[in-house]
């Protein structure tokens, strides 16, 4: 009973101190960025601090809705993703920035479909591996071929905006899921090797991504070139040391490091907050992933198993990779640090992600009352 | 509503999961221990180097203006392109649409764009409208310095003396050179905290006194009289056909280079489109020998060694003359002349038989003490000594071809400084080409105080050799064509052969004309030195109407009176009588 107070706790109150300290970190990351750019240093910060809000209530909200609900949402959610995606791709609807189309400009808000989709797709998997009952699921038709066939019509959209990095999320939270829900290993091992087949000639049709994977095996050798973000990433990482140059006084974020305030902010927090500060954001991760995990442990019913651990996925593999990447373990790939970064539509995600996941907490607490 | 096998299914399923994220959030806790505790400390120097570049704060370049404070080289602030290659995307696009801006190749800029630095030049020192193009292309990874470009306001003016700076205003040539230090100022290194865009971050160890801009320099050289010179030497070059010319014009009294022109000019805005050649200031970076100019050194030491009286005969051997078991020979022969009509008639042998009388040990001690064979140490830089056979290894038949200005080299300075000499009463003065210089907070200071000057030879000697001189121009001499209308003119023709491919050619020539004016308070020291003419190969017939032209010019730019009004038609010839002499200007 206690430790299942201390889980609700931490997952409550894990995500939002993560918010907080990354609303903090994008204020150091991206003031001096922001005043030259838009005459106001906390441009990123405001922002960030209003998807908070909204995701904070999102979450509360969906903490106290019960989570069966959702199941009855799980197509139309679906197909509202598809709509949301094909609307990025056309002209004059979506808001190309940097060369990528991910972006719904509504008012002065944007919102990034893709970041939504991840949900969707946890949602539908969900609800659909749930539904079939883990025996029909062995066979193919039933536990593989419907799931590819909704969730790879999403993939294709999001790989054409380009955003491989959510399309990779995407395929890996599907083999995941599809692998917990219990389809057969065989199957997922020939998903696995088809996907490296498609993965291989959309690394190597893009020519930065094979760069990237080749500076990644040695960035030193590219240390001004294609090298330089990881390099200085690295910098920053050495530079903090153990306790950190202390908050706002890194110098790695001015223009330095590539994108401070997004992806590379845990580089920002190395810097500033040291190895202590790096190692107690590791550490709120990992509770909120393993309060994550007891959660699904405990839901009442698969299909609360199945998000649980779908949202659990989604917030931890993405946060591994991030991790990865900014600290040289992984080639570089755009993705974001769950909480922390800055972006809106992940950020309010994430945060109404925890909400199910509180949902699905509090009603096995309820059965086990 | 979860049967027992799926509950162990799904367990083992969490399990495997948070095995997995353990795992993960390990290796990612290692490699963070790793990076900032194991690799902290040589990270952290490699940052440092990053960021703790090291500035240098150029100050602005000071003036060079001339006597009179006309500007001779100033220095504008311009911009210059440079691009962050990482931060651009497009290299191909950009360096088209560049090229066009920049009138470059775009593959050149290309491969700017796409190498493997942080910073990379584009175009130094672009017009305005270039950069206001680029500016318009907003394009990431572009960015402008401002630098200082060097411009030079009279374009071919004193090219070589005044020299050029580089692309990193340094001074490469002439003054801009050997004065770089005073022009430049003191540039400040300051630990600049740089971000990735190149912006100075002076937040931390910026050192704030301000920087001392460079100074200016007011320099001996006056336009006006720099512009005759170059004119004259342009067009005597261009009517006999010459290599090159050069003309020194100097105060004989303190030094001062009033001109120093070498032809063919050259533009200093433009350096790069003349050849290294161009660039040289021949008036003291070449030597040659000097010819029959040199006679009068001989005469000189002499006199004031009272070896000789103006009096004194020799018999000029009608031409031909065997010494040292060698020939030497006049172009025209005579039998006996005293010394004035020696120098008149540029006798090689006359003169040989003076320095016989003045044997060596004393003919070279004169040579040294009238400034040849070491520098003048005028602030030019790349300034030859010329050179002088050693006193003890000289043999006769060297002292006699020496004594008419063979087997020793001169540079044209030397020669002038020697012929002031004579012109001041046997004062020798160290040239000089900077005048003052005014640091950039006004005060001016006199660069050299006038130099004392060393005494070559008495008044006496000065005046009577002045008076010989004279006769140069007079009927009958080498030198008629430098008298000057109005002026008594003292010098001395020389035609030397040049040296070429080890023996003496004998047509590759330096004519030239030595002498001051006017004679009986001299303003004016006139060296013109024409590098190998085709037509009118001796010094009285090419360089001669050169001193004179230039000489009459600078004479009434500078006001001087003439002291006669000779009617048109009145032979110049007798003009030396009418002044009197020099007397007690020596210093």
């Known amino acids: 009973m206690h430790s299942k107070s201390l889980t609700k706790t931490i997952l409550l109150f894990g995500p939002l101190v993560l918010t907080g300290l990354g609303i903090i970190m994008i204020y150091s990351a991206s003031s001096i960025f922001a005043s030259c750019k838009f005459h106001d240093a906390g441009y990123f910060m405001k922002k960030q601090f209003l998807f908070a809000i909204a995701g904070t209530l999102g979450m509360l909200l969906l903490m106290r809705v019960p989570y069966e609900r959702l199941r009855r949402l799980a197509y139309p959610l679906w197909a509202l993703c598809l709509g949301l995606l094909v609307c990025v791709l056309v002209p004059g609807i979506g808001t190309e920035i940097g060369g990528a189309v991910r972006w719904l400009r509504i008012g002065p808000l944007s919102f990034q479909p893709s970041e939504f989709a991840k949900l969707a797709v946890i949602l539908l998997l969900a609800y659909s591996l749930s539904k079939k009952g883990r025996d029909k699921i062995k066979s193919f038709s039933i536990g593989v071929l419907p799931h590819l066939l909704m969730v790879l019509p999403l993939c294709v959209l999001i790989i054409v905006q380009p955003d491989f990095g959510t399309t990779l999320m995407i395929v890996v939270l599907l083999v995941c899921m599809m692998f917990i829900g219990g389809v057969r290993l065989r199957y997922l091992c020939g998903l696995g090797l088809l996907g490296a087949c498609a993965a291989v000639p959309l690394i190597a049709m893009k020519g930065y991504r094979m760069e990237r994977m080749l500076t990644f095996l040695n960035p030193w050798e590219k240390s001004s070139g294609s090298g330089f973000q990881i390099i200085q990433s690295f910098l920053a990482f050495g530079a903090g040391g153990l306790k950190g140059t202390g908050l706002g006084a890194g110098t790695q974020k001015l223009f330095y490091l590539p994108e401070p305030h997004t992806d590379f902010i845990l580089a920002v927090i190395g810097e500033e907050l040291g190895f202590v500060g790096v190692m107690l954001v590791v550490a709120v991760f990992a509770m909120i992933v393993l309060c994550g995990l007891r959660v699904a442990a405990h839901a009442q019913d698969l299909f609360g198993a199945y998000m649980a651990l779908g949202i659990v996925m989604m917030i931890g593999i993405q946060t591994c990779i991030n991790m990865g990447v900014v600290l040289g373990l992984l080639p570089t790939k755009g993705m974001p640090l769950p909480f922390v970064s800055y972006g809106g539509t992940s950020l309010v995600m994430n945060l109404m992600a925890v909400g199910v996941l509180l949902s699905i907490s509090a009603h096995a607490d309820m059965k086990a009352q | 509503m979860v049967t027992v096998q ?232 261009a009517a006999t056909g010459a290599k090159s010319g050069i003309a020194v014009v100097m105060d004989p009294w303190n030094g001062d280079v009033l001109a120093m022109a070498v032809v063919p000019l050259f533009d200093p805005n433009n350096y790069s489109q003349y050849g290294r050649d161009m660039w ?298 009418q002044g009197p002499p020099a007397a007690g200007r020596a210093g």
């Open chain 2, 6 to 237: 799926a509950r162990t299914e799904l367990k083992n399923s969490i399990r495997l999961c948070a095995l997995l994220f353990a795992v993960l959030f390990a290796v990612i806790g290692v490699r963070a221990w790793f990076l900032q505790i194991l690799r902290s400390p040589d990270l952290t120097r490699t940052l440092e180097r990053q960021y703790k570049t090291s500035v240098l704060l150029s100050p602005k370049r000071g003036t060079i203006y001339d006597r009179n404070g006309n500007e001779l080289a100033i220095s504008v602030q311009v911009e210059s392109l440079f691009a962050r290659p990482h931060m651009i995307s497009d290299p191909a696009g950009l360096s088209q649409r560049l090229a066009g801006i920049l009138n470059m190749e775009p593959d050149a800029i290309a491969d700017k764009l796409r190498e493997e630095k942080p910073f990379v030049w584009i175009a130094r020192k672009i017009t305005q409208q270039q950069a206001q193009a680029v500016r318009a292309l907003e394009e990431q990874g572009l960015e402008f310095a401002k630098e200082s470009k060097r411009t030079y306001p009279n374009g071919e003016l004193a090219g070589q003396v005044i020299g050029f700076t580089g692309l990193d205003s340094e001074g490469l040539e002439g003054l801009e050179f050997r004065m770089n230090e005073t022009l430049r100022g003191t540039p400040q290194r300051v630990a600049a905290s740089r971000d990735a865009r190149g912006r100075h971050l002076f937040s931390e160890g910026f050192c704030s006194s301000a920087q001392d801009d460079g100074s200016d320099i007011y320099l001996t050289i006056d336009k006006t009289i720099q512009y005759i010179a170059e004119k004259e030497m342009q067009a005597t070059v």
């Open chain 2, 280 to 577: 040289r200031n021949r008036a003291i970076a070449d030597v040659l020998e000097p010819g029959s100019t040199f006679k009068i050194f001989v005469v000189a030491a002499s006199l004031a060694e009272k070896i000789i009286t103006p009096e004194d005969t020799f018999f000029c051997e009608n031409g031909t003359f065997r010494i040292g078991g060698r020939t030497i020979s006049d172009v025209h022969p005579y039998g006996w002349l005293d010394v004035s009509g020696i120098i008149k008639h540029s006798s090689n042998i006359g003169v040989s038989k003076i320095s016989k009388h003045l044997g060596t040990p004393l003919f070279c001690d004169y040579i040294g003490r009238f400034g040849f064979a070491r520098p003048t140490g005028i602030e030019l830089p790349a300034e030859a000594s010329g050179y002088m056979p050693p006193s003890e290894r000289l043999s006769e038949h060297t002292r006699s071809v020496m004594a008419f200005g063979h087997s020793i080299s001169v540079t044209p300075l030397q020669l002038a400084q020697a012929y002031s000499a004579i012109a001041n009463g046997g004062v020798l003065i160290q040239p000089k080409v900077v005048k003052s210089t005014r640091t950039s907070d006004g005060e001016t200071r006199a660069y050299q105080p006038d130099a004392q000057g060393q005494r070559v030879i008495d008044h006496a000697s000065a005046q009577i050799l002045t008076e010989m001189m004279q006769t140069v121009v007079e009927q009958g001499g080498t030198g008629v064509k430098a008298a000057v209308p109005g002026f008594g003119v003292a010098g001395k023709t020389g035609t030397a052969r040049k040296i070429y491919n080890g023996t003496y050619s004998h047509n590759r020539l330096v004519a030239s004309f030595a002498g001051f004016c006017p004679v009986d308070n001299p303003r004016l020291t006139v060296v013109v030195i024409v590098d190998e003419p085709r037509t009118m190969t001796y010094g009285g017939q090419s360089a001669a109407p050169a001193f004179s032209r230039i000489a009459q010019q600078a004479l009434n730019y500078l006001n001087v009176a003439p002291r006669v009004q000779i009617a048109a038609g009145e032979a110049p010839s007798t003009i030396h009588d």
